[in-house]
């Protein structure tokens, strides 16, 4: 079966400090991999998607980036955190949107 | 604009107490509705996609129905473990293909 694993659960940073969140899919090979930000009492915003390696759509300007170097594995990164950046960070994958994401269990960052 | 709004931003309901969630969409072609359930402090889980108008889904307690403008979630005799927040997502037949838009969520209480 198909499982997705992303890490840290939670995360504390200065601003300023760089950023590296991972995600990896396990069971199956390529998957349309996102990651999306929630915003307490807001929806999720997509913050990046990619369909294959080395292949990342940005949906929104800001100081973070993706990359996805293995055909599992999707990473978020900044190299400078802004008090802003705060949110929970969740990463998903999916074959085609129509049948669903499987979400990841999230990553709580609080920047300060 | 493609817009998604839900109702109510919260709701408590008794045990037992049947009642819908609304989602409202504003898109200029529905490729899908989505539903999912979020636990606090998880990744929101896959509940149902509605295709096209007049659809219904069901599973144990929720039913989800969809017209041109909106969908409901009816939860029939809920029970407190039916607490969680509700997401409502669209994918836009005018937005990439891999875009979801999600709605801010309505935020269930049962009490028993």
């Known amino acids: 079966s198909q499982t997705i694993h992303q890490w840290p659960a939670t995360l504390v940073q200065p601003v300023g400090s760089p950023l590296s969140l991972e995600c990896t899919v396990e069971?199956?090979?390529?998957?349309?991999l996102y990651w999306y930000r929630q915003a307490a009492g807001r929806g999720l915003q997509l913050l990046f998607y990619?369909?294959?390696?080395?292949?990342i759509s940005s949906e929104v300007p800001q100081n973070l980036s993706a990359s996805r170097p293995q055909d599992r594995q999707f990473i978020l990164s900044s190299k400078k955190l802004l008090l802003s950046d705060s949110g929970f960070y969740l990463c998903?994958?999916?074959?085609?949107?129509?049948?669903?994401?499987?979400f990841g269990s999230g990553t709580r960052l609080t920047v300060v | 604009e493609d817009q998604v709004t839900q109702s109510p931003e919260a709701l408590r309901l008794q045990e037992g107490e049947s009642s819908s969630l609304n989602c409202s969409y504003t898109?200029?072609?529905?490729?899908?509705l989505f539903w999912y359930r979020q636990d606090p402090g998880k990744g929101p889980e896959f509940l149902f996609t509605?295709?096209?108008a007049g659809e219904e889904k069901e599973k144990e307690r929720l039913k989800a129905t969809l017209t041109k403008k909106e969908s409901f979630l009816h939860i029939t005799a809920p029970k407190p473990e039916d607490s969680a927040t509700y997401l409502c997502?669209?994918?836009?037949?005018?937005?990439?293909?891999?875009?979801?838009?999600f709605g801010p969520g309505t935020s269930l209480s049962v009490i028993p």
């Open positions: 997502a669209v994918q836009a037949v005018s937005t990439s293909y891999d875009k979801v838009i």
């Open positions: 998903a994958w999916t074959f085609t949107p129509r049948v669903g994401y499987t």
């Open positions: 509605l295709y096209s």
């Open positions: 898109v200029s072609g529905l490729r899908g």
């Open positions: 990619s369909v294959g390696i080395g292949q």
């Open positions: 069971g199956t090979s390529n998957p349309n």
